[in-house]
């Protein structure tokens, strides 16, 4: 009798099996990034692979776009269930009248992106000031970070549409070749881990690197509430032999009204999970642990299973 009750709840657990994974299905979600060769598609790519290292079952869909803005125009008319958006229109999008209105919220950070110039080692270009009449590739027409090249460029007492020659891309990957074949003078862009960054700092020759003059911090940083001081030490960029004092803004995974609440949980607890999977195949991906969103945005921004992790995880009371 023992035996035939063994057999059959043996065989009643093999029926059990295939019933409990059609009762969890895979879950899907569409995250849009932004042009090749710019930050956030390397991003979105090296999150992609870490969540499926983490959770199999939850798949990241990459869908290219134009950036920041269309990204924003992405999620509120629904195309899209996630976005990365940089800091300047992230906290335009999400000001309390205007989160409440549109229903977005943040999920996640990305990084806090430190903002710099690069030109080639030998440039006569030093800093901000010998960017006057110099053509300055500032990135994509939609990008976020374009939004912050022309903030620290104003803010350092240059009027970006006059007293330089701006170039704006179809595709971030452009810039970097562009100052390789003279093109371009100098080129903008963000985050230790941007491609553009180290395309110039590989080349033959090498690459400079510079933020802002220390002068000009406290009126870049007037002008958005977005932005904050970052520091880059030595050495984080192949060739830069001192920090370099800059400032940066945090860009976020922001969601649309209405995307599923169980499958926003199941990415907020797999990026946590796979954090040091991230921060191998991105420089910056540390950046990413959910814990990071307490200091960056209001809590009232945030998406309900995101507050409710970071409760749950002592890092939000």
Do not use: C
Not at 101 to 129: C, H, N
Not at 199 to 225: K, N, T
């Amino acid at each position: 009798m023992r035996r035939r009750t063994l057999v059959l709840g043996a065989a009643l657990a093999a029926l059990a099996r295939p019933a409990r994974a059609q009762a969890d299905p895979e879950t899907r979600l569409v995250l849009a990034t932004a042009t090749p060769g710019g930050s956030f598609p390397a991003f979105g790519q090296a999150l992609a692979e870490a969540v499926r290292e983490t959770d199999p079952g939850l798949v990241l869909t990459l869908r290219p776009s134009k950036g920041s803005q269309e990204n924003l125009g992405l999620l509120r008319a629904g195309s899209v269930d996630l976005a990365l958006v940089q800091g300047e229109y992230a906290y335009d999008a999400l000001g309390v009248e205007k989160g409440s209105e549109t229903g977005l919220s943040v999920v996640a950070p990305v990084s806090a992106s430190p903002g710099l110039f690069v030109v080639r080692a030998d440039s006569p270009i030093r800093g901000v000031a010998d960017l006057r009449g110099r053509r300055v590739a500032l990135g994509t027409h939609a990008s976020g970070l374009t939004v912050m090249g022309r903030s620290v460029l104003r803010g350092s007492g240059i009027d970006p549409e006059r007293a330089i020659t701006p170039i704006l891309l179809d595709r971030a990957g452009d810039g970097a070749a562009m100052v390789l074949d003279g093109r371009a003078d100098a080129l903008w862009g963000a985050g230790t881990g941007w491609p553009g960054f180290r395309v110039l700092a590989d080349a033959p020759g090498g690459a400079r690197f510079f933020g802002p003059a220390p002068e000009a911090m406290e009126p870049i940083l007037a002008l958005h509430p977005s932005l904050r001081r970052v520091s880059v030490p030595a050495g984080v960029l192949r060739g830069q032999g001192t920090s370099v004092e800059t400032v940066g803004s945090w860009s976020f995974v922001l969601a649309r009204a209405g995307v599923e609440a169980g499958a926003v949980a199941r990415l907020v607890r797999a990026m946590d999970r796979g954090n040091a999977a991230l921060a191998r195949a991105y420089p910056a991906g540390a950046d990413a642990a959910p814990r990071n969103l307490v200091a960056a945005v209001p809590a009232a921004w945030l998406h309900p299973e995101s507050a409710a992790y970071l409760r749950e995880t002592g890092a939000l009371r």
